[in-house]
């Protein structure tokens, strides 16, 4: 099994930063991607950023320029920098890794984490 533990969230004035972390442990052979999706009330997931096993990234178009997506491969775990921060950010952010574990690729879900940004 895998286990996804996030960290990082908060309350935030707008224009503030913050910092996610998400660390991936268990039974991994190999991490194929690793991102961040977020859940706003009232509305579905959406794709935040995600980051390939070969580096290549994408954002979504609300956060690009502002959110930046990185990975610690020694530590299995992906990063999400938020800068310049909105209102409109306030969601719950779930981590999400696409991994091999060694029989098929399978997607994995983290507990999710609040960030609330006010105005």
């Known amino acids: 099994q895998v286990q996804l533990v996030e960290s990082g969230g908060g309350l935030v004035q707008a224009g503030g930063s913050l910092r996610l972390s998400c660390a991936a442990s268990?039974?991994?052979?190999?991490?194929?991607?690793m991102g961040w999706y977020r859940q706003a009330p009232g509305k579905q997931r959406e794709l935040v950023a995600v980051i390939t096993r070969d580096s290549g990234t994408k954002y979504a178009d609300s956060v690009k320029g502002r959110f930046t997506i990185s990975t610690d491969n020694t530590k299995n775990t992906v990063y999400l920098q938020g800068n310049s921060l909105k209102p409109e950010d306030t969601a719950v952010y779930y981590c999400n890794a696409h991994i091999w574990g060694g029989s098929y690729y399978r997607d994995y879900w983290g507990q999710g984490t609040q960030v609330t940004v006010s105005s």
């Open positions: 268990g039974s991994i052979v190999i991490i194929n991607a």
